[in-house]
């Protein structure tokens, strides 16, 4: 039992790192979505720094062993893909990330469905 305890709390706590991080990420890349051209958006950030991509990357370090391998490695490619708006060359090119984004997400909700079953709980 004692266990069990320490599993639930774990993946209760893997559960809110996962959408905390998919909150932040979410709400970035919305930031960055305002902008219209590459040189509106790079006037944007401070110092050409995106200080809240820097700390989704601590974070992502700093939680890894609860978070686990899979949604580690989904996030950070998430994070760089965010990154990669930012230094998207042209239309193409974001529209390259735009893609490779959607599909992470994906993986992301079915990773999410996986370990947590939350399409299963009803009351």
Do not use: C
Not at 34 to 63: C, K, M, W, Y
């Amino acid at each position: 039992e004692r266990r069990s305890k320490f599993e639930a709390a774990v993946l209760l706590e893997r559960y809110k790192l996962v959408n905390d991080l998919f909150r932040r990420l979410e709400k970035m890349r919305t930031n960055l979505n305002r902008h219209q051209d590459r040189d509106s958006l790079q006037a944007s950030l401070p110092n050409g720094e995106l200080r809240e991509l820097t700390e989704v990357f601590e974070d992502l370090e700093i939680h890894r062993l609860v978070l686990g391998d899979a949604f580690h490695s989904l996030f950070t490619a998430q994070a760089n893909l965010t990154l990669a708006i930012v230094n998207a060359s042209d239309a193409a090119d974001l529209a390259r990330v735009q893609t490779a984004l959607a599909e992470n997400k994906a993986s992301v909700r079915a990773a999410a469905e996986a370990a947590f079953r939350l399409s299963q709980i009803s009351w």
